[in-house]
């Protein structure tokens, strides 16, 4: 008997090892990539996706309000993107200061190119209840929470949807309802209408301040909201805040803020917070049970999925288990939508915080790109929605194919790019105080780089990714503005962010170079006159630099900073190096905004051309 009970556990185990097959419902996707994160530094060492151009939509402003929303409020978060009437609309909901405190709103941000963005305008304002009706007992007030934000129906009409629900808890008997109206083309909106109100509790037409949208006059809008309704794929989006006991999701399991996509043999995988995962295959009737994928490390921010132009898919996240630390934002790729590999940085700044409030985590939080059947910008690349430590808004442009190396000599001198255009193959940071642009060159003919500071708390900082080796000759042109008020550091790194060189454009005229572990001024520049800068570099063991300025030797020989074994990297910033916050850092603070921080700063201006490196 013994011996058949062993028997039998060894076949149910063999059963169970067997039916767990990568891209089933035991497992759905997979990372196999083997890179993981060092969480002490802000990039996480991680490569660099390359030609990323990060740029931030929205910069909070509490006292100076119209340089923001208007409103002055500094907690944004959980933004939503599509793209449709060649324009991209960005959706947010924001608080005064603090998560899942009343009063909350929902704003939109609008751009044709996706790199100028106009003034925040609110599409769903603070919940106002009709005469007669109170707020519940134990709730304090009315907020807004949406996982999200549009719909492009079949006609082509475009939906803007939201949620209300109480302070501090809108999910389930806390919940209102569901809101809509209609995007129009002229910029304007529809009427509020509610679309759907929350199961668990006893709101309708009677006792909430909208409509229901049945009640429009507008016979095509109406169409075009029933068929979300009948949608059953978007709409397990809003499960988060109402599980749906009426039986409107068909009993399915759910996660917290769903993303998915359709892989190429037409099943859907679904993608959670908490690195949870499910298969549908009957396009999104139902689906497996979620289950934890191990190889996908997370927490508490979102994940976002994707097929990509290229014909390959995408999976954004945090790769860290620290909910309050959710940097850096990264990105992995694959052929088939089961199996990513390459574990690549899509955003690793992390600046300060500028205004404390309730969790309100550091880092590029719940990132969201263009939904399924959401509209397909111009061009061949992905685009996603993000807000930095949930105060400002930002979005990212990632070039396809989604690559880390460069084969050859880097030759990049500007001329031939648009004015206030995109900059090929160069990682871009770019903050609303602390822009980078292609200009015209000062001084001569041609177009160069412009890293332009007015931000205390932040810095323009523009990356080049070389290829990679251990003997490098780089070389640019560097040109201070005469009314130059700020500092331009220059650093050549390793794949790991290793900063062996390092150089500064000081506020004072000086160029001061790492010598090992010292700092030395070897040259005294003029502001308004362009430079040439030379760097030869060793990256061995025992490595060592030259630096050449206007084609004189202002260091020979140097020993590196740190130890590295090659470089791939030429980094500008209009600002010190910086690590903090670290996951040490504390989350939840009460101190006052930082000195400063609503007003611009005198400007740092700077120009950069004829960028060369690669391997001597």
């Known amino acids: 008997m013994k011996h058949l009970l062993l028997v039998v556990q060894f076949f149910f185990c063999f059963n169970l090892v067997i039916t767990a097959q990568t891209g089933s419902a035991y497992e759905p996707v997979r990372y196999i990539g083997g890179e993981t994160i060092d969480p002490s530094v802000h990039e996480g060492r991680l490569r660099y996706?390359?030609?990323?151009?990060?740029?931030?939509?929205?910069?909070?402003?509490?006292?100076?309000?119209?340089h923001a929303d208007g409103y002055g409020w500094t907690y944004n978060h959980a933004s939503n993107l599509c793209y449709w009437n060649n324009t991209f609309y960005q959706?947010?909901?924001?608080?005064?200061?603090?998560?899942?405190?009343?009063?909350g709103q929902t704003l939109m941000i609008t751009s044709r190119d996706g790199r100028h963005w106009g003034k925040p305008e609110v599409v769903f304002p603070p919940y106002t209840p009709p005469p007669g009706v109170t707020i519940p007992d134990g709730y304090k007030g009315y907020m807004m929470h949406q996982r999200m934000g549009f719909y492009t129906s079949p006609g082509g009409r475009l939906l803007v949807l939201a949620f209300y629900g109480h302070t501090e808890d809108p999910f389930g008997k806390g919940g209102i309802g569901r809101v809509v109206r209609e995007a129009y083309k002229d910029g304007s909106y529809g009427p509020i209408y509610?679309?759907?109100?929350?199961?668990?509790?006893?709101?309708?037409?009677?006792?909430?301040?909208?409509?229901?949208?049945?009640?429009?006059?507008?016979?095509?809008?109406?169409?075009?909201c029933e068929a979300l309704l009948a949608d059953p794929l978007t709409t397990f989006q809003w499960y988060d805040e109402d599980h749906g006991i009426d039986g409107f999701y068909n009993n399915k399991k759910s996660g917290q803020a769903l993303s998915y996509y359709h892989r190429k043999d037409?099943?859907?995988?679904?993608?959670?917070?908490k690195s949870l995962s499910a298969i549908s295959k009957d396009g999104g009737k139902n689906f497996s049970d979620p289950v934890k994928v191990p190889t996908f490390l997370m927490s508490g921010g979102k994940q976002w999925g994707q097929q990509t132009d290229d014909g390959r898919y995408a999976i954004c996240y945090n790769p860290i288990e620290q909910t309050q630390y959710r940097y850096p934002l990264a990105i992995v790729t694959g052929d088939d939508g089961i199996i990513y590999n390459h574990l690549l940085l899509v955003q690793g700044e992390v600046p300060l915080r500028r205004f404390s409030g309730r969790w309100k985590d550091f880092g590029p939080c719940y990132m969201r790109g263009i939904a399924e059947g959401n509209g397909n910008p111009?061009?061949?690349?992905?685009?996603?929605?993000?807000?930095?430590?949930?105060?400002?808004?930002?979005i990212s442009r990632?070039?396809?194919?989604?690559?880390?190396?460069?084969?050859?000599?880097?030759?990049d001198d500007f001329d031939n790019l648009p004015l206030d255009g995109a900059v090929p193959d160069w990682n871009i940071y770019s903050p609303a105080w602390a822009p980078v642009t292609v200009v015209a060159s000062p001084g001569k003919a041609g177009k160069s780089l412009q890293l332009f500071d007015q931000d205390l708390y932040d810095y323009a900082r523009a990356i080049r990714v070389f290829e990679e080796g251990a003997r490098i000759e780089a070389s640019f042109n560097v040109y201070a503005d005469t009314a130059n008020s700020g500092r331009l550091e220059c650093e050549l790194t390793d794949r790991f962010g290793n900063r062996p060189v390092r150089l500064?454009?000081?506020?004072?005229?000086?160029?001061?170079?790492?010598?090992?572990?010292?700092?030395?001024?070897?040259y005294t520049y003029a502001k308004g006159k362009w430079m040439h800068i030379k760097l030869e570099i060793e990256a061995t063991l025992n490595g060592n630099y030259s630096l050449f300025i206007d084609g004189k030797a202002a260091v020979k020989n140097a020993p590196l900073t740190e130890a590295v074994t090659s470089l791939e990297r030429l980094s500008f910033r209009t600002g010190e190096y910086r690590n903090i916050p670290t996951r040490q850092t504390a989350n939840e603070t009460n101190d006052p905004p930082l000195p400063g921080c609503d007003v611009p700063a005198k400007p740092t201006v700077f120009y950069v051309d004829d960028v060369t490196a690669g391997k001597k």
């Open 91 to 103: 959706q947010y909901l924001s608080n005064p200061v603090d998560e899942h405190v009343a009063p």
């Open 49 to 66: 996706a390359i030609g990323v151009e990060n740029r931030q939509t929205m910069r909070a402003n509490r006292t100076h309000p119209e």
């Open 378 to 394: 111009p061009g061949n690349d992905m685009w996603l929605s993000y807000t930095m430590n949930k105060e400002d808004v930002w």
């Open 398 to 411: 990632i070039p396809l194919p989604v690559k880390y190396a460069v084969k050859g000599k880097v030759t």
């Open 266 to 273: 037409g099943n859907v995988v679904a993608l959670w917070k």
């Open 194 to 224: 509610f679309i759907r109100y929350e199961s668990e509790a006893q709101w309708n037409e009677t006792n909430t301040s909208y409509p229901f949208y049945k009640k429009s006059a507008d016979t095509g809008f109406v169409k075009a």
């Open 504 to 522: 500064r454009f000081d506020e004072t005229g000086q160029v001061i170079a790492a010598v090992g572990s010292v700092e030395k001024r070897v």
